[in-house]
């Protein structure tokens, strides 16, 4: 009797087991199997990656600057103030030419860069050089990143119509 009742028990018990052992595998190799596609991607970092691409290049760079209003005319007195500036800051590195120095020379960058553009570039050097395809551009070509001079948005400007009265009298 006992022999006989024993025996379909154990055969029972090591058939739930083996089942309960097959759908504790599949369970695990399915969530292991998601666990790895979030690891790959966050390994290849196109996660993060994605949402800092430019969507698409508006030519304004990056920086606190959105949006310039610039006269036909040039403001000579705001001239003379980024003058001041240019000479105290800038010059070390850039020729009011278009002679390369240690940066690029000044000659046309407000014909080929939008003011925007100019002045994110004059107060956010760094992020431009690592993210705006230009300036970019620009890194690989003069090998040296444009220091941060600590320039505000006032001073920028007034070197921004420097820069555009210099252009505008070559
Ligand atoms: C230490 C040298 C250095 C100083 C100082 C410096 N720059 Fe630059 N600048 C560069 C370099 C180098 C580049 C090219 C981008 C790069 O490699 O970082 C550049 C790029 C630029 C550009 C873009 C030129 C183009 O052709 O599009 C502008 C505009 C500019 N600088 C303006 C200024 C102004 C204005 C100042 C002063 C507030 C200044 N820079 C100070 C080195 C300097």
Known sequence: MKIKNQKPTT???LKSAALLFLAAMVFYSCS???TSTTETTEETGLAHQAPEAPVEDDGKGIGPITSVEVGD???EALAAEGKAIFEGKCSACHQLSDQKVVGPGMAGVTEKRKPEWIMNMIINPE???KK???AKKLLAEHLTQMTNQNINEKDAR???EFLR????NS
Do not use: F, R
Request: glycine share 0%; charged share 35%.
């Open 158 to 160: 007034a070197l921004l």
């Open 127 to 129: 992020e431009m050089t």
């Open 32 to 34: 292991s199997d998601n």
């Open 73 to 75: 005319n040039i403001d």
């Open 11 to 13: 055969m029972k018990s």
């Open 132 to 134: 705006d395809p230009e």
């Open 165 to 168: 009265q210099n252009d505008k």
